[in-house]
């Protein structure tokens, strides 16, 4: 089992920054051999993939959705992703989930239904 726990969330004005954080633990989680991902759902629509990072640190991002602002990272050390986001809009506003797969391969999924984990979200409001 694993516990993912995210952070960082808030309210901020358009064009400012966040980093949110995903803390991850268990007995039996061994972080750095699993693909992460970012999601995040916006009131009435689905879950949508925004970035991953495989477990041997290969970046994915939604383009569609990034459009370059953002930035996935880890630290080994503390079992820790992170997403950085910069010059933030509206329509970044969600709910932000981190999550980890079990699956194989050397890319992480961007399918939500690929990931077993999730964590309990954090929300980010974007003001216009």
């Known amino acids: 089992q694993a516990q993912l726990v995210e952070s960082g969330g808030g309210l901020v004005q358009a064009g400012a920054s966040l980093r949110l954080a995903c803390q991850t633990s268990g007995d039996t989680f061994k972080f750095n051999a699993h693909h992460m991902g970012w999601f995040r759902q916006a009131p009435g629509e689905e879950r949508l993939f925004v970035s991953g990072l495989s477990w041997i640190g290969t970046p994915e991002y939604d383009e569609t959705l990034v459009k370059g602002r953002f930035t996935i990272s880890r630290d080994d050390i503390q079992n820790t992703i992170y997403l950085q986001m910069n010059d933030l809009e509206p329509d970044d506003t969600a709910v932000y989930y981190c999550?980890?797969?079990?699956?194989?391969?050397?890319?992480?999924?961007?399918?939500?239904?690929?990931?077993?984990?999730w964590g309990q979200g954090t929300q980010v409001t974007v003001s216009g």
């Open positions: 999550a980890a797969s079990v699956l194989g391969g050397t890319r992480a999924p961007t399918s939500a239904r690929d990931y077993v984990y």
